[in-house]
């Protein structure tokens, strides 16, 4: 065995264990379609405001805001937010109505890597509406307690 | 007992949209770090934030090990009468509070 393919194996070695334990795109997929179900997800209509560069993953603001008038007869159900990298994929899920007067959510979140932010809106007539963010974690969400 | 920090107006008109910011102390442990012992430290979150308008519910998340430390939510409310708004958050190891602010409607 020569160095090279050494490395390369040890570095599979090291690096199996930990993929498992992460949430990944695929994780953040299936944890979409667990909300979603087999319903179609459009792009629009929803805003997802957070930094792009983040120099502190620990405390990230994060705010959704939906197009809609909110009224009871058309208004948002739910906010949903995931995420690819850290352990779980699920965020938080709100559920407004048309109490709300506007489908806004804010809040900060954790965020263990760089990574793609998804949100996702439910309207009252059953249809999906997203928005993505890509972001840059600099310092990630501390793995430790500290000491 | 609780440190619970809340912010919104006092009054407001019939019919408007008004902001509610509501914010507390909380580790927001997730159960995946370890400890300084080595061991991993439980998950001790809160996992339910919600809020009534005199009693009826207008607004609910769930949150997860994502959300940050001292978990803060902002949402919006139309004033539809006087009364009072009441925050729950609840979660992990029995943690229960419950805060309550009065609006007045105009």
């Keep these: 065995m020569d160095r090279r393919r050494f490395l390369a194996g040890t ?7 930990f993929a498992s334990a992460w949430a990944t795109p695929e994780s953040m997929a299936a944890a979409i379609r667990r909300i979603v179900g087999a319903a179609a997800v459009r792009r629009g209509r929803v805003t997802l405001d957070l930094p792009p560069l983040i120099e502190n ?10 197009e809609s008038p909110m009224t009871a007869a058309d208004h948002i159900k739910a906010i949903h937010v995931f995420n690819e990298k850290n352990p779980q994929p699920n965020v938080f899920s709100a559920r407004l109505g048309p109490r709300n007067g506007r489908a806004v959510v804010g809040t900060r979140i954790k965020l ?7 949100a996702i809106a439910e309207t009252s007539s059953g249809e999906f509406w997203s928005a993505g963010a890509d972001v840059i974690v600099t310092l990630a969400a501390c793995l430790e307690e500290a000491s | 007992m609780a ?4 912010n919104a107006p006092k009054t407001a008109k019939r019919g408007e949209v008004i902001e509610i910011k509501a914010l507390i102390l909380h580790p927001m442990e997730t ?16 996992e339910r934030f919600t809020a009534t308008w005199n009693g009826d519910e207008i607004f609910r998340i769930d949150l997860s090990p994502a959300i940050a ?3 803060f939510v902002s949402f919006f409310a139309v004033a539809t009468d006087s009364g ?4 729950r958050w609840s979660g992990d190891e029995g943690f229960q509070v ?3 602010i009065a609006i007045t409607v105009e």
């Design chain 1, 57 to 66: 993953g620990n405390t990230v603001p994060l705010v959704v805001s939906v």
């Design chain 2, 84 to 87: 009072t708004v009441g925050l």
């Design chain 1, 11 to 17: 570095a599979t070695i090291t690096l199996l264990p």
């Design chain 1, 112 to 118: 263990g890597d760089s990574q793609t932010i998804v």
């Design chain 2, 69 to 71: 430390a001292n978990p």
């Design chain 2, 98 to 100: 419950e805060e309550s």
């Design chain 2, 3 to 6: 440190n619970v920090l809340i």
């Design chain 2, 31 to 46: 159960g995946f770090r370890p400890g300084t012992n080595g061991s991993i430290i439980a998950r001790n979150i809160i």
